[in-house]
């Protein structure tokens, strides 16, 4: 009734305007083109009754505008899977579909789609293709009157006969979320073949989080890019979040190369937070190539709060492998444990032919990525430039390695247990030493403890508003060097309370 009471005014108001102008142009009208003849009041009338018809004409059509603008169905229409449903229904919640695509095929922008526990498998291809902006939400129980993906797992699985998810789409922005993707193939696909065997995302602004990303494969036969996922072209409004990307290869075969175990990124400037990316390979066998979890290449990604630990690379980088990305960011990274059969254990990065590369480091965590011959923290070479912030550095035979004319400028840098702290074009300055007193590494577990020498000897000069976890920084008055703020210090409390007690 309100709506209604509202719209009447408005139209009425509309009226007015619309009759006040006309009425206006008319006299105007009349003005310059009639001259003082005795027709002069005839026409006149006459042209008021036209005005007077235009407007109310001009009056309707807005009602009839906002009459229909307040009947259509509003977008966000909710459609539902179930592993007991039937794709001839309407995906209701009392008549389900039975597979993930088919609501998608249903589904118009912004509509939502909750999926029931259980596994969702193809017989051959692709499990799901996304071109436009949905929500695809699993983790439901089979009712729908509950989600946790925990509790209710929710399985897409390609069983090797394909990639699992393929989203392609200029502008399309899906959200994937709550799902445990597993069992891709990209090396049988025809569309970017070998690429994003979980995952593969193409001039899409896909939102991926709290989602499993595991054992996906990108290629088995030939080269493969990104065994969990790869984001091509992807724009800085893409988000993958909270994911665990586990024990993805990006090639399993024999006699070529892979790269990007778990995650590759190509020309893509998404904001990567909060994953644990470990157990990936680059390639699980005597093949080539770089980034045992992660690859960069091109584009300004950012990654943050990320625990990039114990993954492998058969070349160089470990952890992370960036090739001519400028600039790319890392903060509150934890990058540890990770292994690289050459150079660079923790992260490797490289510009040149005519790409440069520039990374800001700021607030990361790097600690024993030694475990294979490129035992490096930090390597870099050729065209690459990187600052370095606040970072801790431990237990590699190389802390810093930068062959010139790569360049890196490192302050406040807590170095520890390393053979070399800093090697060839380092400019290391407030560098900080001592046990960093990390909880417990061997449960990866790189909190650090309210005795530790990194706690408040960082620079406020760039850190971020919080840790790897959320936690304000500063706290305690000043910055702790590394991903972990501690929430226990009270060095504040200690220097100035004697001053404020002096006063009494
Ligand atoms: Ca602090
Ligand atoms: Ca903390």
Not at 41 to 47: E, L
Not at 313 to 323: N, Q
Not at 473 to 487: L, Q, S, W
Request: include cysteine; charge should be negative; proline fraction near 3%.
């Amino acid at each position: 009734m309100w709506l209604d009471l509202r719209k009447a005014l408005t139209a009425f108001l509309l009226y007015d305007i619309l009759w006040s102008s006309n009425r206006i142009a008319y006299h105007e009208t009349v003005r310059l083109f009639l001259s003082n003849s005795g027709e002069e009041k005839m026409k006149s009338r006459t042209r008021h009754l036209a005005s007077l018809l235009t407007a109310v004409f001009l009056v309707l059509l807005v009602a009839a505008a906002l009459a229909t603008r307040g009947t259509k169905a509003s977008p966000g229409t909710t459609l539902y899977v179930s592993t007991s449903g039937d794709d001839g229904n309407d995906c209701t919640i009392t008549e389900t579909c039975r597979t993930v695509q088919r609501a998608i095929d249903v589904a118009t922008t912004d509509d939502e789609i909750h999926v029931a526990e259980g596994t969702y498998t193809v017989t051959a291809g692709t499990v799901i293709t996304v071109s436009k902006t949905v929500k695809l939400r699993g983790g439901w129980n089979a009712d729908f009157t509950a989600r946790d993906p925990d509790l209710y797992p929710t399985t897409l699985d390609a069983q090797r006969q394909g990639r699992v998810v393929y989203i392609i789409g200029l502008g399309a922005s899906p959200t994937i979320e709550g799902f445990t993707i597993t069992g891709g193939n990209a090396g049988v696909e025809d569309n970017y073949r070998g690429m994003g065997g979980g995952i593969y995302s193409r001039a899409a602004a896909p939102i991926i989080q709290n989602n499993i990303i595991t054992d996906n494969i990108a290629s088995t036969v030939a080269m493969g890019f990104g065994g969990g996922l790869y984001l091509d072209y992807a724009p800085a409004s893409s988000v993958i979040s909270g994911n665990q990307i586990l024990s993805n290869t990006a090639s399993t075969s024999t006699d070529t190369n892979g790269f990007g175990g778990g995650l590759y990124l190509n020309y893509s400037a998404a904001i990567v937070s909060g994953n644990t990316i470990s157990g990936n390979i680059n390639n699980s066998t005597a093949g080539g190539g770089h980034g045992g979890g992660v690859y960069l290449s091109l584009g300004n990604p950012t990654l943050d709060g990320n625990r990039i630990i114990s993954n492998t690379s058969s070349g160089g980088g470990g952890g992370l492998y960036v090739s001519r990305s400028a600039p790319f960011t890392l903060t509150n990274n934890i990058i540890a444990q990770n292994r690289a059969a050459y150079t660079g254990g923790g992260i490797l990065v490289w510009g040149g032919g005519g790409y440069p590369a520039s990374g800001v480091l700021i607030n990361n965590t790097f600690a024993q990525n030694n475990l294979g011959n490129g035992g490096e923290g930090v390597f870099a070479s050729n065209d690459t430039t990187l600052t370095l912030t606040n970072n801790i550095i431990v237990s590699h035979t190389y802390g810093i390695y930068i062959i010139s004319p790569a360049t890196a400028t490192a302050d406040y840098t807590l170095f520890y247990g390393n053979t070399n702290d800093t090697a060839g074009s380092v400019t290391s300055t407030h560098e900080v030493s001592g046990d960093p007193l990390f909880v417990n590494p061997a449960g990866w577990d790189y909190h650090i403890q309210v005795t530790s020498p990194a706690v408040n000897s960082g620079t406020f000069n760039g850190a971020p508003a919080t840790d790897f976890e959320g936690d304000p920084r500063p706290y305690d008055c000043f910055v702790d060097i590394g991903a972990d703020e501690n929430t226990a210090s009270d060095q504040c409390r200690r220097i100035y309370l004697p001053l404020i007690m002096k006063n009494y």
